[in-house]
């Protein structure tokens, strides 16, 4: 997923150390790269927790989550784009719910 703003491709795929910010635009996951997180209007444009004010957002399993105060807000449903309208979507956003599901298959004996 490049960066929203400028387009330039993320070249770290290490999880967990990336210099690259997660944010919310439009009920959108987005990437911010670390060039642009050096312009003083950076979080400008993205969505903030409407209880924290924090721009520290993440979308995923259809929901907007504050990473600062754990809010989740639902989307608004007139944001919703139709599916394979370019709305990103991460292997870390269905990672957790495949590995919930692998776990009850295991308790239930089905793996
Ligand atoms: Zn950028
Ligand atoms: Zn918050």
Do not use: F, N
Not at 62 to 70: A, K, N, R, S, T
Request: net charge neutral; aromatic share 2%; with cysteine.
């Amino acid at each position: 997923m490049p960066c929203y703003r400028c387009g330039v491709r993320q070249t770290d795929p290490e999880r967990g150390r990336s210099p690259w910010r997660r944010g919310v635009v439009h009920d959108r996951l987005v990437l911010i790269c670390p060039g642009c997180q050096e312009s003083a209007d950076w979080t400008a444009e993205l969505e903030r927790c409407a209880k924290c004010s924090s721009a520290h957002l993440i979308r995923r399993l259809g929901q907007v989550e504050c990473l600062d105060c754990g809010l989740i807000r639902e989307p608004e449903a007139s944001l919703v784009l139709p599916r394979g309208a370019g709305v990103p979507s991460g292997p870390a956003d269905t990672s957790l719910a495949d590995e919930v599901g692998r776990a009850l298959d295991r308790l239930l004996g089905r793996a």
